[in-house]
């Protein structure tokens, strides 16, 4: 098994010659080594969501979040993805309202 690192790199080749699935297979490698960073995981999240797999999407954005919680451009591309899986919000309510 390649590297991670190495693995991004040619999935980033790949992406850049229009590979999609090639890139997304080789994304998907450099994180079951193990060795996934912030960064790779919102790569990965990125070309699933390109793929139309919006779940798997949510699944590595999620664990980009769990590497660094309040990153914004990670909070924002799970919000657009709980948006068009239409959850807008995810659940997450700002205010409350109360009953008279």
């Known amino acids: 098994m390649s590297e991670p690192s190495s693995l991004e790199g040619q999935a980033d080749r790949a992406a850049a010659a229009g590979q999609f699935a090639d890139a997304l297979s080789l994304l998907e490698q450099a994180v079951q080594s193990g060795a996934a960073s912030f960064e790779l995981w919102m790569k990965l999240s990125a070309m699933r969501k390109a793929s139309g797999d919006l779940p798997g ?35 997450l309510r700002l205010g409350s309202t109360v009953d008279t």
Do not use: K, N, W, Y
């Open 57 to 91: 999407a949510l699944v590595a954005v999620d664990s980009a979040l769990a590497t660094s919680p309040l990153d914004f451009s990670a909070l924002l591309a799970r919000a657009m993805i709980l948006d068009q899986l239409g959850e807008p919000g995810g659940g």
